[in-house]
């Protein structure tokens, strides 16, 4: 399914189905190939925005 695909890809499938709840109904059309693709779980702007490892301050002081 579609949640299990956006799970592999390393997303929280919440904030994945959130994204699309709130984004697809926004697109004047979805008939086009290019719009539905951008919301795929592989695009890399989904990746950025579901991402299951959001970083911390914490994250980040511990790497320096």
Same mark, same amino acid.
């Given at each position: 399914? /579609? ?5 592999? !890809? ?9 994204? +699309?709840?709130? !984004? /697809?109904p926004n697109e004047e059309t979805l008939a086009k190939k290019?719009? +539905?693709?951008?919301? /795929?779980?592989?695009?890399? @702007?989904?990746?950025?925005?579901? @991402? ?13």
């Amino acid at each position: 399914s /579609l949640l299990e695909t956006a799970k592999r !890809h390393g997303l929280d499938a919440e904030k994945y189905m959130t994204y +699309l709840l709130e !984004h /697809l109904p926004n697109e004047e059309t979805l008939a086009k190939k290019e719009v +539905l693709e951008a919301y /795929l779980p592989w695009d890399k @702007n989904i990746k950025r925005a579901c @991402n299951t490892l959001r970083k911390s301050k914490s994250d980040v002081v511990d790497l320096i």
